[in-house]
Protein backbone atom coordinates (compact mmCIF):
# COMPACT_ATOMS: atom_id res chain seq x y z
CA UNK A 1 0.00 0.00 0.00
CA UNK A 2 1.13 3.30 -0.90
CA UNK A 3 2.10 5.83 1.87
CA UNK A 4 2.37 9.48 1.32
CA UNK A 5 4.37 10.23 4.80
CA UNK A 6 7.42 11.85 4.19
CA UNK A 7 10.27 10.51 6.06
CA UNK A 8 11.32 12.00 9.81
CA UNK A 9 14.41 9.96 10.00
CA UNK A 10 17.57 11.57 12.19
CA UNK A 11 21.23 10.68 11.71
CA UNK A 12 23.86 12.69 13.10
CA UNK A 13 24.01 15.26 10.35
CA UNK A 14 20.76 15.01 8.73
CA UNK A 15 17.41 14.91 9.28
CA UNK A 16 14.64 13.91 6.91
CA UNK A 17 11.78 15.51 4.81
CA UNK A 18 9.25 15.43 7.48
CA UNK A 19 11.10 16.87 10.17
CA UNK A 20 11.49 20.18 7.82
CA UNK A 21 7.48 19.66 6.85
CA UNK A 22 5.77 20.00 10.13
CA UNK A 23 6.70 23.95 9.86
CA UNK A 24 7.52 24.56 5.88
CA UNK A 25 4.02 23.31 5.34
CA UNK A 26 0.49 25.23 5.08
CA UNK A 27 2.05 27.87 3.14
CA UNK A 28 0.68 30.16 1.12
CA UNK A 29 1.44 33.49 -0.89
CA UNK A 30 -0.19 37.06 -1.70
CA UNK A 31 -2.55 35.84 -3.90
CA UNK A 32 -3.40 32.81 -1.80
CA UNK A 33 -1.41 29.90 -3.74
CA UNK A 34 -0.13 27.10 -1.55
CA UNK A 35 3.38 27.25 -1.71
CA UNK A 36 3.88 24.75 0.87
CA UNK A 37 7.71 23.32 0.54
CA UNK A 38 6.81 19.95 0.75
CA UNK A 39 3.95 19.77 -1.50
CA UNK A 40 5.74 21.16 -4.04
CA UNK A 41 9.10 19.45 -3.60
CA UNK A 42 8.29 15.42 -3.04
CA UNK A 43 6.51 15.30 -6.62
CA UNK A 44 10.24 16.19 -8.04
CA UNK A 45 12.38 14.63 -9.67
CA UNK A 46 15.18 16.19 -7.24
CA UNK A 47 12.43 14.54 -4.22
CA UNK A 48 12.28 11.50 -5.95
CA UNK A 49 16.00 11.36 -7.02
CA UNK A 50 16.71 7.94 -5.31
CA UNK A 51 13.38 6.06 -6.62
CA UNK A 52 13.98 7.16 -9.89
CA UNK A 53 13.64 3.69 -11.45
CA UNK A 54 15.46 4.75 -14.66
CA UNK A 55 18.89 5.79 -12.51
CA UNK A 56 18.71 2.39 -10.80
CA UNK A 57 18.50 0.55 -13.59
CA UNK A 58 21.38 2.67 -14.94
CA UNK A 59 23.65 2.21 -12.03
CA UNK A 60 22.96 -1.59 -12.25
CA UNK A 61 24.16 -1.50 -16.34
CA UNK A 62 26.88 0.25 -15.89
CA UNK A 63 28.29 -2.16 -12.59
CA UNK A 64 27.04 -5.03 -15.00
CA UNK A 65 29.22 -3.92 -17.81
CA UNK A 66 32.26 -2.18 -15.62
CA UNK A 67 32.13 -5.09 -12.72
CA UNK A 68 35.34 -3.78 -11.38
CA UNK A 69 34.27 -0.13 -10.69
CA UNK A 70 31.53 -1.03 -8.86
CA UNK A 71 32.85 0.79 -5.34
CA UNK A 72 33.98 3.92 -7.68
CA UNK A 73 30.33 3.64 -9.56
CA UNK A 74 28.31 3.68 -6.36
CA UNK A 75 30.07 6.49 -4.82
CA UNK A 76 30.07 8.72 -7.17
CA UNK A 77 26.49 8.32 -8.08
CA UNK A 78 25.36 8.42 -4.60
CA UNK A 79 26.85 11.81 -3.89
CA UNK A 80 24.11 13.68 -5.80
CA UNK A 81 20.99 11.19 -5.97
CA UNK A 82 21.67 9.18 -2.28
CA UNK A 83 23.94 12.43 -0.71
CA UNK A 84 22.74 12.00 3.29
CA UNK A 85 23.24 8.40 3.29
CA UNK A 86 26.83 9.06 1.34
CA UNK A 87 27.91 12.22 3.57
CA UNK A 88 26.91 10.15 6.62
CA UNK A 89 28.60 6.99 5.60
CA UNK A 90 31.46 8.95 4.45
CA UNK A 91 31.56 10.51 8.04
CA UNK A 92 31.09 7.36 9.76
CA UNK A 93 33.63 5.40 7.80
CA UNK A 94 31.43 3.09 6.75
CA UNK A 95 31.18 1.24 3.18
CA UNK A 96 29.33 3.36 0.71
CA UNK A 97 26.95 1.01 -1.54
CA UNK A 98 23.76 1.68 -3.24
CA UNK A 99 22.85 -1.88 -4.99
CA UNK A 100 21.79 -4.50 -2.34
CA UNK A 101 22.98 -5.39 0.34
CA UNK A 102 23.50 -1.37 -0.04
CA UNK A 103 21.91 2.07 0.43
CA UNK A 104 18.55 0.60 -1.65
CA UNK A 105 18.54 -2.53 1.03
CA UNK A 106 15.45 -1.78 3.42
CA UNK A 107 17.12 -2.96 6.11
CA UNK A 108 20.37 -0.73 5.72
CA UNK A 109 20.85 1.50 8.32
CA UNK A 110 20.78 4.65 5.99
CA UNK A 111 18.41 3.31 3.72
CA UNK A 112 15.68 5.84 4.70
CA UNK A 113 18.03 8.78 4.56
CA UNK A 114 18.77 7.49 1.13
CA UNK A 115 15.67 7.33 -0.17
CA UNK A 116 14.76 11.09 0.97
CA UNK A 117 16.53 11.61 -2.28
CA UNK A 118 17.83 15.38 -2.82
CA UNK A 119 16.31 17.06 0.38
CA UNK A 120 16.37 19.33 2.63
CA UNK A 121 18.92 19.15 4.92
CA UNK A 122 21.62 18.22 2.21
CA UNK A 123 21.01 21.34 -0.13
CA UNK A 124 20.74 23.94 3.04
CA UNK A 125 23.45 22.50 4.50
CA UNK A 126 25.82 22.49 1.88
CA UNK A 127 28.97 25.29 2.59
CA UNK A 128 30.11 28.11 0.22
CA UNK A 129 33.30 26.71 0.06
CA UNK A 130 34.79 25.86 -3.52
CA UNK A 131 31.41 26.16 -4.70
CA UNK A 132 31.54 27.31 -8.98
CA UNK A 133 35.03 25.66 -8.60
CA UNK A 134 35.97 22.23 -10.50
CA UNK A 135 36.74 21.08 -6.53
CA UNK A 136 33.09 21.36 -6.00
CA UNK A 137 31.85 19.89 -9.36
CA UNK A 138 30.68 15.76 -9.61
CA UNK A 139 28.98 16.10 -6.14
CA UNK A 140 31.94 17.21 -4.40
CA UNK A 141 30.02 19.80 -1.86
CA UNK A 142 31.16 20.49 1.48
CA UNK A 143 29.17 19.94 4.71
CA UNK A 144 30.06 20.51 7.92
CA UNK A 145 29.82 17.22 10.13
CA UNK A 146 31.47 18.47 13.18
CA UNK A 147 29.09 21.12 14.67
CA UNK A 148 26.10 19.28 16.48
CA UNK A 149 22.78 20.02 17.35
CA UNK A 150 21.22 22.44 17.80
CA UNK A 151 24.06 24.53 16.22
CA UNK A 152 24.36 22.59 12.82
CA UNK A 153 24.05 25.60 10.56
CA UNK A 154 20.91 25.24 7.57
CA UNK A 155 21.45 28.46 5.16
CA UNK A 156 19.01 30.43 3.71
CA UNK A 157 18.33 33.27 1.76
CA UNK A 158 17.12 35.38 4.53
CA UNK A 159 18.97 37.93 7.24
CA UNK A 160 18.32 37.39 11.00
CA UNK A 161 15.80 34.04 10.93
CA UNK A 162 13.95 33.50 13.90
CA UNK A 163 15.67 30.67 15.40
CA UNK A 164 14.61 28.81 17.87
CA UNK A 165 11.99 26.93 17.24
CA UNK A 166 13.86 25.25 14.41
CA UNK A 167 16.72 24.83 16.62
CA UNK A 168 14.21 23.60 19.13
CA UNK A 169 12.32 21.07 16.54
CA UNK A 170 14.88 20.02 14.02
CA UNK A 171 18.51 20.79 15.76
CA UNK A 172 19.04 22.98 12.54
CA UNK A 173 20.02 26.87 12.95
CA UNK A 174 18.60 28.89 10.60
CA UNK A 175 21.30 31.26 8.99
CA UNK A 176 21.73 33.71 5.95
CA UNK A 177 23.87 32.27 2.95
CA UNK A 178 23.92 33.92 -0.19
CA UNK A 179 24.86 30.31 -1.54
CA UNK A 180 21.33 29.59 -1.37
CA UNK A 181 20.61 31.33 -3.87
CA UNK A 182 23.15 30.98 -6.11
CA UNK A 183 23.91 28.78 -9.26
CA UNK A 184 27.52 27.55 -8.16
CA UNK A 185 25.37 25.25 -5.44
CA UNK A 186 23.38 23.74 -8.25
CA UNK A 187 26.40 23.16 -10.13
CA UNK A 188 28.25 20.87 -7.79
CA UNK A 189 25.99 18.04 -8.86
CA UNK A 190 24.89 19.83 -12.54
CA UNK A 191 28.92 19.07 -13.32
CA UNK A 192 29.59 16.03 -13.74
CA UNK A 193 32.75 14.32 -15.02
CA UNK A 194 33.05 10.16 -15.01
CA UNK A 195 35.36 7.56 -15.52
CA UNK A 196 36.45 7.02 -19.36
CA UNK A 197 37.36 3.29 -19.78
CA UNK A 198 38.05 1.30 -22.31
CA UNK A 199 36.85 -2.46 -23.43
CA UNK A 200 39.67 -3.61 -21.22
CA UNK A 201 38.73 -2.05 -17.98
CA UNK A 202 41.75 0.41 -18.46
CA UNK A 203 40.42 4.40 -17.20
CA UNK A 204 41.54 6.74 -19.63
CA UNK A 205 40.49 10.12 -18.03
CA UNK A 206 37.08 11.77 -17.41
CA UNK A 207 34.58 12.17 -19.56
CA UNK A 208 32.05 15.56 -19.45
CA UNK A 209 28.74 13.36 -18.88
CA UNK A 210 27.06 16.77 -17.58
CA UNK A 211 27.87 20.40 -17.71
CA UNK A 212 24.96 22.14 -17.47
CA UNK A 213 26.34 24.78 -15.62
CA UNK A 214 29.45 25.23 -17.11
CA UNK A 215 27.51 25.85 -20.33
CA UNK A 216 25.34 28.25 -18.26
CA UNK A 217 28.56 29.72 -16.80
CA UNK A 218 29.98 30.30 -20.31
CA UNK A 219 26.80 31.81 -21.62
CA UNK A 220 27.28 34.19 -18.76
CA UNK A 221 30.61 35.37 -19.24
CA UNK A 222 29.61 36.12 -23.15
CA UNK A 223 25.95 37.60 -22.46
CA UNK A 224 27.32 41.24 -22.00
CA UNK A 225 25.08 43.41 -20.79
CA UNK A 226 21.97 40.82 -20.73
CA UNK A 227 20.08 39.96 -17.88
CA UNK A 228 21.44 36.97 -16.84
CA UNK A 229 19.22 34.19 -14.69
CA UNK A 230 20.35 32.27 -12.27
CA UNK A 231 19.01 28.15 -12.21
CA UNK A 232 16.88 29.77 -8.93
CA UNK A 233 15.19 31.99 -11.24
CA UNK A 234 13.95 29.51 -13.64
CA UNK A 235 13.54 26.33 -11.57
CA UNK A 236 12.50 27.69 -8.46
CA UNK A 237 10.59 30.56 -9.32
CA UNK A 238 9.05 33.73 -7.11
CA UNK A 239 6.45 33.42 -5.07
CA UNK A 240 3.49 36.22 -5.84
CA UNK A 241 4.61 38.48 -3.10
CA UNK A 242 5.64 37.59 0.35
CA UNK A 243 5.05 34.52 2.11
CA UNK A 244 5.18 33.76 6.02
CA UNK A 245 7.78 31.00 5.36
CA UNK A 246 6.58 29.14 8.30
CA UNK A 247 3.50 28.07 10.01
CA UNK A 248 4.76 28.48 13.84
CA UNK A 249 4.97 30.45 15.29
CA UNK A 250 2.49 32.69 14.21
CA UNK A 251 3.63 35.72 14.34
CA UNK A 252 6.32 35.70 12.00
CA UNK A 253 7.07 38.10 9.02
CA UNK A 254 6.58 37.20 5.67
CA UNK A 255 9.25 36.96 3.60
CA UNK A 256 9.97 38.44 0.16
CA UNK A 257 11.02 37.27 -2.34
CA UNK A 258 10.22 33.15 -1.78
CA UNK A 259 11.86 31.03 -4.14
CA UNK A 260 9.03 28.42 -4.85
CA UNK A 261 10.61 24.57 -4.82
CA UNK A 262 9.29 23.69 -8.07
CA UNK A 263 12.55 22.54 -9.53
CA UNK A 264 11.31 21.68 -12.86
CA UNK A 265 12.89 21.10 -15.89
CA UNK A 266 11.14 19.19 -18.71
CA UNK A 267 11.37 15.26 -17.44
CA UNK A 268 7.82 14.85 -17.20
CA UNK A 269 7.95 11.26 -18.39
CA UNK A 270 9.49 10.04 -15.49
CA UNK A 271 7.24 11.64 -13.48
CA UNK A 272 4.19 10.21 -15.07
CA UNK A 273 6.39 7.18 -14.25
CA UNK A 274 6.83 7.66 -10.98
CA UNK A 275 2.92 7.91 -11.08
CA UNK A 276 1.88 4.90 -12.73
CA UNK A 277 4.37 2.83 -10.22
CA UNK A 278 4.08 5.20 -7.15
CA UNK A 279 3.58 2.30 -4.86
CA UNK A 280 6.59 0.29 -5.83
CA UNK A 281 8.72 2.99 -5.63
CA UNK A 282 7.88 4.23 -2.53
CA UNK A 283 6.94 7.64 -3.74
CA UNK A 284 5.37 10.00 -1.22
CA UNK A 285 3.53 12.33 -3.52
CA UNK A 286 0.20 11.47 -4.33
CA UNK A 287 -1.69 11.91 -7.66
CA UNK A 288 -2.19 15.59 -7.28
CA UNK A 289 1.18 16.28 -6.33
CA UNK A 290 2.72 14.45 -9.27
CA UNK A 291 0.05 16.23 -11.74
CA UNK A 292 0.98 19.33 -10.67
CA UNK A 293 4.40 18.67 -11.22
CA UNK A 294 3.60 17.46 -14.91
CA UNK A 295 1.96 20.79 -15.91
CA UNK A 296 4.42 22.89 -14.16
CA UNK A 297 6.98 21.16 -16.03
CA UNK A 298 4.61 21.26 -19.73
CA UNK A 299 4.29 24.95 -18.68
CA UNK A 300 8.28 25.14 -18.53
CA UNK A 301 8.91 23.27 -21.70
CA UNK A 302 6.11 25.51 -23.76
CA UNK A 303 6.79 28.94 -22.27
CA UNK A 304 10.48 29.37 -20.54
CA UNK A 305 12.39 26.72 -22.89
CA UNK A 306 12.13 27.31 -26.62
CA UNK A 307 10.28 28.52 -30.01
CA UNK A 308 10.12 27.97 -33.61
CA UNK A 309 9.90 30.50 -36.32
CA UNK A 310 8.96 29.82 -39.81
CA UNK A 311 10.97 33.08 -41.24
CA UNK A 312 9.82 32.00 -44.91
CA UNK A 313 8.24 29.48 -47.03
CA UNK A 314 7.85 30.06 -51.27
CA UNK A 315 7.21 27.58 -53.96
CA UNK A 316 9.39 27.72 -57.39
CA UNK A 317 9.19 25.59 -60.10
CA UNK A 318 7.20 23.02 -57.79
CA UNK A 319 10.36 23.76 -54.62
CA UNK A 320 9.37 23.96 -51.72
CA UNK A 321 11.71 26.25 -49.68
CA UNK A 322 11.03 26.77 -45.78
CA UNK A 323 13.15 28.90 -43.47
CA UNK A 324 13.32 27.65 -39.74
CA UNK A 325 14.70 29.30 -36.87
CA UNK A 326 14.94 27.50 -34.03
CA UNK A 327 15.54 29.84 -30.70
CA UNK A 328 16.76 28.40 -27.18
CA UNK A 329 15.57 30.55 -24.35
CA UNK A 330 16.97 28.78 -21.33
CA UNK A 331 20.35 29.59 -19.84
CA UNK A 332 21.84 26.74 -21.00
CA UNK A 333 21.92 24.25 -23.81
CA UNK A 334 18.60 22.25 -24.96
CA UNK A 335 18.19 19.82 -23.84
CA UNK A 336 21.04 19.44 -21.01
CA UNK A 337 21.63 17.02 -18.09
CA UNK A 338 22.34 13.34 -18.72
CA UNK A 339 22.99 12.54 -22.58
CA UNK A 340 19.73 10.43 -22.57
CA UNK A 341 18.03 13.49 -23.75
CA UNK A 342 17.14 15.19 -27.28
CA UNK A 343 14.70 17.40 -28.94
CA UNK A 344 13.77 17.45 -32.59
CA UNK A 345 11.98 18.92 -35.11
CA UNK A 346 8.65 17.89 -36.51
CA UNK A 347 7.76 18.87 -40.05
CA UNK A 348 4.47 18.14 -41.73
CA UNK A 349 3.34 19.96 -45.72
CA UNK A 350 0.25 19.13 -46.74
CA UNK A 351 -1.55 20.33 -50.09
CA UNK A 352 -5.11 21.44 -50.17
CA UNK A 353 -6.03 18.09 -50.02
CA UNK A 354 -5.07 17.13 -46.98
CA UNK A 355 -2.65 14.95 -48.36
CA UNK A 356 0.68 14.64 -46.22
CA UNK A 357 3.48 15.68 -48.87
CA UNK A 358 6.38 15.49 -46.81
CA UNK A 359 7.28 14.93 -42.94
CA UNK A 360 10.19 14.79 -41.47
CA UNK A 361 10.84 13.47 -37.75
CA UNK A 362 7.51 11.70 -36.96
CA UNK A 363 7.15 10.12 -33.54
CA UNK A 364 6.68 6.72 -33.07
CA UNK A 365 4.60 5.08 -30.51
CA UNK A 366 7.15 2.71 -29.56
CA UNK A 367 9.22 6.27 -28.70
CA UNK A 368 10.87 5.64 -31.92
CA UNK A 369 11.65 8.87 -34.71
CA UNK A 370 10.52 7.95 -38.12
CA UNK A 371 14.04 8.48 -40.61
CA UNK A 372 16.69 8.38 -37.20
CA UNK A 373 19.09 6.33 -38.09
CA UNK A 374 20.07 5.76 -34.42
CA UNK A 375 17.14 4.27 -33.71
CA UNK A 376 16.73 1.84 -36.74
CA UNK A 377 20.65 1.04 -36.36
CA UNK A 378 21.96 1.34 -32.50
CA UNK A 379 25.83 1.83 -33.88
CA UNK A 380 24.55 4.95 -36.40
CA UNK A 381 23.31 8.51 -35.68
CA UNK A 382 21.56 11.03 -37.14
CA UNK A 383 24.24 13.98 -38.35
CA UNK A 384 23.37 17.64 -37.76
CA UNK A 385 21.50 19.22 -40.48
CA UNK A 386 21.77 22.70 -42.04
CA UNK A 387 19.57 21.34 -45.11
CA UNK A 388 17.12 18.95 -44.98
CA UNK A 389 15.33 17.64 -48.49
CA UNK A 390 14.63 14.30 -47.36
CA UNK A 391 11.94 12.80 -45.32
CA UNK A 392 14.78 10.20 -43.63
CA UNK A 393 16.49 13.39 -42.38
CA UNK A 394 15.66 14.78 -39.36
CA UNK A 395 17.03 17.53 -37.12
CA UNK A 396 17.87 15.88 -33.63
CA UNK A 397 19.29 18.26 -30.93
CA UNK A 398 21.12 15.85 -28.84
CA UNK A 399 24.92 14.15 -27.75
CA UNK A 400 25.77 11.32 -29.39
CA UNK A 401 28.65 9.25 -27.09
CA UNK A 402 31.54 7.94 -28.69
CA UNK A 403 34.20 4.93 -26.95
CA UNK A 404 37.87 4.80 -26.99
CA UNK A 405 37.49 2.94 -30.70
CA UNK A 406 35.38 5.56 -32.02
CA UNK A 407 32.22 3.42 -31.43
CA UNK A 408 28.72 4.72 -30.81
CA UNK A 409 28.09 4.08 -26.63
CA UNK A 410 25.35 4.26 -24.81
CA UNK A 411 27.45 2.90 -21.66
CA UNK A 412 28.18 5.94 -19.73
CA UNK A 413 31.79 4.61 -18.45
CA UNK A 414 32.57 3.58 -21.97
CA UNK A 415 32.46 7.19 -22.94
CA UNK A 416 35.42 8.85 -24.49
CA UNK A 417 34.01 12.12 -26.70
CA UNK A 418 31.57 13.12 -28.40
CA UNK A 419 30.82 12.59 -32.48
CA UNK A 420 27.66 14.58 -32.21
CA UNK A 421 26.71 17.54 -29.60
CA UNK A 422 24.77 20.09 -31.55
CA UNK A 423 21.86 20.55 -28.21
CA UNK A 424 20.96 24.34 -28.69
CA UNK A 425 23.22 27.01 -27.31
CA UNK A 426 22.03 29.52 -25.12
CA UNK A 427 22.22 33.00 -25.82
CA UNK A 428 25.65 34.40 -24.85
CA UNK A 429 27.62 30.98 -25.82
CA UNK A 430 30.31 31.75 -28.11
CA UNK A 431 30.83 28.35 -29.67
CA UNK A 432 34.02 29.60 -31.33
CA UNK A 433 35.39 29.66 -27.79
CA UNK A 434 33.92 27.61 -25.60
CA UNK A 435 35.88 25.09 -23.79
CA UNK A 436 36.43 21.45 -25.11
CA UNK A 437 34.06 20.26 -22.19
CA UNK A 438 31.18 22.02 -23.78
CA UNK A 439 31.49 22.47 -27.35
CA UNK A 440 29.51 21.78 -30.06
CA UNK A 441 30.74 18.41 -31.85
CA UNK A 442 29.84 16.90 -35.43
CA UNK A 443 28.83 19.13 -38.19
CA UNK A 444 26.87 21.80 -35.91
CA UNK A 445 30.81 22.98 -34.94
CA UNK A 446 30.91 24.07 -38.22
CA UNK A 447 27.37 25.14 -39.13
CA UNK A 448 27.20 29.23 -39.61
CA UNK A 449 23.32 28.87 -38.91
CA UNK A 450 24.20 26.88 -35.67
CA UNK A 451 25.08 29.97 -33.25
CA UNK A 452 23.99 31.35 -29.94
CA UNK A 453 20.73 31.20 -29.08
CA UNK A 454 19.76 29.58 -31.93
CA UNK A 455 19.55 27.26 -35.25
CA UNK A 456 18.29 28.22 -38.56
CA UNK A 457 17.77 24.83 -40.67
CA UNK A 458 16.51 25.06 -44.37
CA UNK A 459 13.93 22.41 -45.65
CA UNK A 460 13.12 22.00 -49.13
CA UNK A 461 10.67 19.89 -50.51
CA UNK A 462 9.08 18.88 -54.11
CA UNK A 463 5.20 19.86 -53.94
CA UNK A 464 4.89 19.74 -57.62
CA UNK A 465 1.75 18.51 -58.45
CA UNK A 466 0.52 19.27 -55.06
CA UNK A 467 -3.11 21.17 -55.02
CA UNK A 468 -4.11 24.13 -53.78
CA UNK A 469 -3.06 26.35 -50.77
CA UNK A 470 0.03 24.12 -48.91
CA UNK A 471 -0.17 23.90 -45.26
CA UNK A 472 3.26 23.68 -43.49
CA UNK A 473 3.54 22.77 -39.75
CA UNK A 474 6.42 22.51 -37.56
CA UNK A 475 6.82 21.62 -34.26
CA UNK A 476 9.68 20.93 -31.58
CA UNK A 477 9.41 17.79 -29.62
CA UNK A 478 11.31 16.79 -26.39
CA UNK A 479 11.74 13.25 -24.91
CA UNK A 480 13.44 13.12 -21.83
CA UNK A 481 14.80 9.12 -22.24
CA UNK A 482 15.68 8.52 -25.64
CA UNK A 483 14.50 5.45 -28.04
CA UNK A 484 18.37 3.88 -28.27
CA UNK A 485 19.21 4.76 -24.30
CA UNK A 486 16.85 2.83 -22.98
CA UNK A 487 16.54 0.44 -25.59
CA UNK A 488 20.60 -0.59 -24.90
CA UNK A 489 19.52 -1.66 -21.37
CA UNK A 490 17.53 -4.64 -22.77
CA UNK A 491 21.58 -6.45 -22.68
CA UNK A 492 21.66 -6.42 -19.63
CA UNK A 493 19.08 -8.44 -17.92
CA UNK A 494 19.76 -7.20 -14.22
CA UNK A 495 16.78 -6.92 -11.90
CA UNK A 496 16.36 -3.29 -11.64
CA UNK A 497 16.99 -3.01 -15.73
CA UNK A 498 13.82 -5.44 -16.51
CA UNK A 499 11.49 -3.82 -13.64
CA UNK A 500 12.09 -0.55 -15.35
CA UNK A 501 12.36 -1.98 -18.94
CA UNK A 502 8.56 -3.38 -17.74
CA UNK A 503 7.73 -0.11 -16.83
CA UNK A 504 8.86 1.97 -19.68
CA UNK A 505 7.34 -0.35 -22.17
CA UNK A 506 3.57 -0.01 -20.98
CA UNK A 507 4.49 3.71 -20.39
CA UNK A 508 3.13 6.37 -22.80
CA UNK A 509 6.21 7.29 -24.98
CA UNK A 510 4.56 10.58 -26.96
CA UNK A 511 6.91 13.25 -26.57
CA UNK A 512 6.64 16.69 -24.99
CA UNK A 513 5.62 19.67 -27.32
CA UNK A 514 8.19 22.44 -26.87
CA UNK A 515 7.09 25.13 -29.46
CA UNK A 516 4.65 24.82 -32.70
CA UNK A 517 4.24 26.97 -35.66
CA UNK A 518 2.36 26.44 -39.15
CA UNK A 519 2.36 29.09 -42.75
CA UNK A 520 0.37 28.83 -45.42
CA UNK A 521 1.72 28.94 -48.93
CA UNK A 522 -0.38 29.16 -52.13
Avoid at 235 to 249: E, L
Wanted: glycine share 8%; with cysteine.
Amino acid sequence: MMSTTLSTFQTADFVGSGVCALCHSGLTDSAGQNVSIDAHWRSTMMGNSSKDPLWQAKISSEISRNPALKAVIEEKCSRCHMGMARYQAMTDGTEVSVLSPGFLNANHPLHTAAMDGVSCTLCHQVQEENLGTIDSFTGLYIIDTLSSPPYRLAFGPYNNPFKNPMEMHSGFSPTAGTQAIDSALCGSCHTLFTPSVDAGGNVLGEFPEQTTFLEWEHAVQGAGGLTVKTCQDCHMPDANGSVVISNRPRRLSPRSPFGQHHFVGGNAFMVNLLKANSAALGVTADASHLDATIARTDAQLQGKTATVVIDSASVEQGLLTLNLTVENRSGHKFPSGIPARRSWLHVTVKDGAGRVLFESGAPQTNGSIAGNDADADPDAYEPHYDLITSVDEVQIYEPIMLDSSGRVTYTLLRAYSYAKDNRLLPVGFDKLSAPVDVAAWGQAADDGNFTAGQDRVTYQVDVSGSAGRLTVVAELLYQAVSYPFAENLRQDGTELTTRFLGQYDVAGKAPRLVATTQAFVQ
